[in-house]
């Protein structure tokens, strides 16, 4: 989107095809019997570039605050501010009494990484400034900030090691480290995982939902001259002749293309037909790589529709919560014990299944999402939509599909949450749900096309196929096609919106 928004801003003929109805991808939100939720991101980090995009190409869209709470038990910590580091680690300090020096030392550091992201993340990049025409204008900020981001990029750089890794050599105490990291990506990198603490802060939710922002703009490339297909999938490039052909047979031919799907699609789907034996030779070596790699862990997430009014979620926390109900932590859970329970696959009953998933819930990390609380339109007159949503693994979910167990899975999955949840941070509302249905990896894989159901891009535990440096940011959308551009998650690691939006921003430069 931002990259179809640049071009034709500028002046391009751009054509903006999508495979779905909709706009955005994960970057959606859809309506069920008048409840209003979010299929993917349940809210934007500005991170210095939403806002100015949204005031550069003058959408008509309204923006809301998003705060986030912190759950541990009964423990419940509404993030305002710097000053909630300091509040979470006496949480932390009272729930592992054993282990206050250990808190001191992950509050150490999560401090040291907020006052880099303060960088990235605190202040407009000048980049999506309007102020931009004006050469005279923009270079002393534009200086400025480029000074103090390759500060902090040589900083955080240092700190690519994986998060667990990190918190080893920080603390003892498995359950502390748990609670501090189990709802991020394995292998995330250390820096990326802490500076979360920054981005906590940095939330924000479009009136409407995060959809709505897709909406306008999307409306915004159309009233600009570009042209708009939605549910048109491309199902064979021919990069030779520079030719896209969908799924009903139609071709288009294009100038210079940026792909923002998965790259395991657009590697998968292209002919390498007539090129020069060089660029073939690159073509298949970049295609064996990226074929080889996996997508980070997906989601499952259940949706509901309560009985109950918002002012009730309300009294207990904001609409944006990060849950866990139990200070024991998952352990070996989702690590040892998911592998021997893949390992020993052709054996294992529905039951043991079905106990694993009861830990799994009982000591995980759940995000929970209330769009009422932050858009009253959210939701009907005294009813309330949640999100439930914790990391979950893609393999996993196909084997079940295999055996046949998918749609009990599911149904069993959804009853766990519910009942996690009514226990603990919201009690008895399982009495008052109106209804509720699920998504799992598989769905994400079916509907957005993204490999091993992933939210992320490329997972952390093996090769990345895709730029993982800050300083190399500006070649990660170059492709082994010619004049064919790549944006989005998979093209750079760690990825997220913010990344969406530069990467985007990068690939229109290059077709400018």
């Given at each position: ?11 391009k ?29 349940r ?15 003058d959408l ?25 580091l ?16 250990d ?26 400034s ?27 750089s ?5 998060f ?61 001259g ?37 790259l ?16 073939q ?11 080889a ?15 109950l ?12 919560v ?8 998952l ?39 209330i769009?009422?609380?932050?858009d009253p ?9 949640i ?22 899975f ?36 079916e ?11 490329w ?23 010619p004049?064919?551009?790549a944006?989005?998650?998979?093209v750079?690691?760690?990825?997220g ?16």
């Amino acid at each position: 989107m931002t990259a179809a928004l640049s071009l034709v801003h500028k002046g391009k003929d751009v054509l903006l095809i999508e495979k779905n109805a909709e706009f955005g991808g994960l970057m959606n939100s859809f309506e069920r019997d008048g409840f209003r939720f979010e299929s993917g991101a349940r809210g934007l980090v500005n991170a210095g570039l939403v806002r100015p995009l949204i005031k550069e190409f003058d959408l008509d869209i309204e923006i809301l605050p998003n705060p986030i709470t912190l759950g541990i038990e009964d423990r419940l910590l509404k993030i305002d501010g710097e000053q909630s580091l300091y509040l979470y680690a006496d949480v932390l300090k009272d729930l592992y009494p054993q282990s206050k020096d250990d808190v001191d030392a992950i509050i150490r550091a999560i401090h040291d990484i907020v006052e880099d992201m303060k960088v990235l993340y605190g202040v407009d990049n000048p980049l999506f400034s309007k102020e931009k025409r004006n050469v005279l204008t923009m270079v002393p900020s534009v200086v400025a900030w480029m000074l103090k981001f390759l500060r902090t990029m040589y900083r955080i750089s240092k700190m690519s090691t994986p998060f667990e890794d990190h918190l080893d050599a920080l603390a003892a105490d498995q359950s502390l480290k748990d609670i501090i990291g189990q709802h991020f990506f394995r292998r995330t990198p250390a820096f990326f995982a802490l500076s979360y603490f920054a981005l906590y802060n940095d939330y924000i939710y479009p009136k409407g939902g995060v959809g709505a922002l897709m909406d306008q703009m999307a409306k915004a490339v159309g009233a600009r001259g570009g042209e708009v297909l939605e549910g048109t999938e491309i199902v064979h490039i021919d990069a030779q002749n520079k030719m896209l052909k969908d799924s009903a047979g139609k071709e288009y031919r294009y100038h210079k293309m940026i792909w923002t799907g998965d790259l395991k699609g657009l590697y998968t789907m292209t002919s390498d037909e007539g090129m020069p034996r060089r660029s073939q030779r690159k073509f298949n070596t970049q295609k064996q790589a990226i074929l080889a790699s996996r997508g980070a862990e997906s989601v499952f997430s259940v949706f509901l529709g309560v009985d109950l009014p918002p002012e009730f979620f309300r009294d207990k926390a904001s609409g944006h919560v990060f849950y866990t109900p139990n200070r024991r932590g998952l352990g070996t859970v989702h690590t040892t014990e998911l592998q021997s329970l893949l390992q020993d696959w052709d054996t294992v009953q529905e039951e043991a299944l079905y106990a694993w998933l009861e830990k799994f819930c009982r000591f995980n990390t759940f995000e929970i999402s209330i769009p009422a609380l932050r858009d009253p339109d959210a939701a009907p007159p005294g009813k309330t939509g949640i999100i439930i949503s914790t990391l979950f693994d893609y393999t996993l979910t196909s084997r079940i599909r295999e055996r046949g167990w998918y749609d009990e899975f599911k149904s069993r999955l959804e009853e766990l949450f519910i009942a996690t949840i009514s226990s603990g941070i919201y009690p008895d509302i399982g009495d008052k749900v109106l209804f509720s249905f699920s998504t799992t990896p598989w769905s994400i894989y079916e509907r957005v096309g993204s490999s091993e159901g992933s939210i992320v891009g490329w997972s952390f535990e093996g090769n990345i196929p895709a730029v993982t440096s800050m300083f190399n940011m500006a070649n990660s959308v170059k492709t082994a096609l010619p004049d064919v551009y790549a944006a989005g998650k998979w093209v750079y690691s760690p990825a997220g919106g913010p990344t969406a939006i530069m990467t985007g921003r990068i690939a229109a430069k290059k077709c400018q």
